[in-house]
């Protein structure tokens, strides 16, 4: 499967931001598809993931509350939505796809990845 990742950008602290993330090729619905972010300096951290058997979403604790993801089998998308957005969330964002939801925190299990949006956020 392809991913490709959009929406990023430059926005002030307490801001909003919508990332996409489009995918292509074999089923969508089989993956777990997850949001990663990695800041300069930092490792790849996971920020959300949405399962599709049995359907249930997942934050990282820094975003609970803030972020929500969902995801449009039809259309082969996955969004995140971004809210009250703080400097700490400056990060390239990923968006990665994985065949099982064991672990889905871990972004070694990942099979696949967008090439990632810069989200700016500041102060």
């Known amino acids: 499967v392809q991913l490709q990742a959009s929406g990023g950008g430059l926005v002030q602290a307490g801001d909003s931001l919508r990332l996409s993330c489009a995918a292509s090729g074999r089923t969508f619905s089989n993956y777990v598809i997850s949001w990663f972010r990695q800041a300069p300096g930092k490792e790849r951290e996971f920020v959300a993931t949405?399962?599709?058997?049995?359907?249930?979403?997942l934050y990282a604790d820094s975003v609970k509350g803030r972020f929500t993801i969902s995801r449009d089998n039809a259309k082969n998308t996955v969004h995140l939505q971004m809210n009250s957005l703080k400097p700490e969330d400056t990060s390239v964002y990923y968006c990665?796809?994985?065949?099982?939801?064991?672990?889905?925190?871990?972004?070694?299990?990942?099979?696949?990845w967008g090439q990632g949006t810069q989200v700016t956020v500041s102060s």
């Open positions: 949405t399962i599709w058997a049995p359907s249930r979403s």
């Open positions: 990665a796809a994985a065949n099982y939801d064991r672990n889905y925190y871990l972004a070694a299990l990942y099979d696949y």
